[in-house]
């Protein structure tokens, strides 16, 4: 009896350290090779082409990355944040650092700004991290709400 509950102790601390794993990371997200944004599940969320424009998982148009390294609303044309000119820092638009890249070789782990790991790139496309900034859950579009 004492090895049963030893066993189903050792099976919920599993669970448990595996639930908060996944609890402390709920919005990791990922760039592959092909440019295809990807969440902790493999959702597609959206994708980065080669010309730096970035899409939802529908196909619309979201932002870009102008020639300057500006990442831009689609709709708005409001500057989100910038591209530091180290390649590797991500600005939002009042300046501060919202993202870092750290290269890992094939691929770049990419760091909020206190440092805790959010996502990764693939090394091709790290000057594209920042388009992540736009399937942050403070940067998603909320439907317009209709006064009575």
Not at 78 to 87: A, E, M, V, W
Not at 132 to 137: I, N, T
């Amino acid at each position: 009896m004492r090895s049963i509950r030893c066993v189903a102790a050792f099976i919920l601390s599993f669970v448990f350290i595996q639930w908060m794993a996944f609890a402390q990371s709920p919005n990791y997200k990922h760039i592959g090779h092909t440019g295809e944004i990807q969440d902790e599940r493999g959702n597609k969320l959206g994708k980065v082409t080669k010309d730096q424009i970035i899409l939802d998982n529908k196909g619309k148009k979201i932002a870009f990355i102008d020639n300057q390294g500006n990442l831009v609303d689609a709709q708005t044309n409001q500057k989100l944040g910038r591209i530091g000119k180290d390649g590797k820092t991500y600005y939002n638009a009042a300046g501060q650092v919202e993202l870092t890249v750290k290269d890992n070789g094939k691929t770049c782990d990419v760091l909020d700004a206190k440092g805790n790991k959010i996502g990764n790139v693939h090394s091709s496309l790290k000057g594209s991290a920042c388009a992540l900034v736009c399937f942050q859950e403070r940067h998603l579009k909320k439907p317009n709400q209709q006064k009575p």
